[in-house]
């Protein structure tokens, strides 16, 4: 029996995160050599632009582990919500300032200060595409696991 008032961990979660992270960076590192650098390429998913390996940027959640943990810890285990939280869908590389600002807000809510937009040079079409991919990653894979 699952105890719906759990407290949130991010022990399992981390440990799925890292082997995500590990995959991204391999794939990022043949597509940087495909491009004839020595370094690993990966798109910002918030603001579209090229992120190179010596870059400052950050793996990302993009709806929060800690969100996905409360919507679904009285229906999955830990181990279960940390393959939720790192779908493919749900994790992507942005600017290290950008994931630190964001921390953990919802992004419609840290969109709404006009700021982060300009600041940060969010491409909001990007964005919201990427939102909603990962609102339907983070349910197809909550479904499967149910």
Not at 12 to 25: C, G, L, Q, S, Y
Not at 95 to 114: R, Y
Not at 118 to 123: Q, R, T
Request: charged content about 25%; proline content about 1%; hydrophobic content about 35%.
């Amino acid at each position: 029996m699952l105890d719906k008032n759990r407290p949130y961990s991010r022990l399992e979660i981390d440990k799925v995160f890292n082997k995500v992270k590990a995959t991204m960076h391999a794939e990022a590192l043949v597509r940087g050599k495909a491009k004839g650098l020595g370094n690993a390429l990966y798109q910002d998913i918030y603001t579209g632009k090229t992120l190179i390996g010596g870059d400052d940027y950050a793996y990302d959640h993009i709806r929060s582990a800690e969100a996905i943990h409360s919507k679904y810890k009285a229906i999955l285990t830990d181990e279960q919500i940390a393959q939720v939280v790192n779908c493919p869908e749900n994790v992507g590389t942005t600017l290290a300032s950008i994931n630190i600002s964001k921390g953990k807000k919802n992004m419609e809510d840290w969109l709404s200060n006009s700021n982060n937009i300009s600041n940060y040079n969010i491409d909001l079409n990007l964005t919201k595409v990427n939102l909603k991919n990962a609102d339907k990653g983070i349910e197809r894979k909550a479904n499967e696991l149910k």
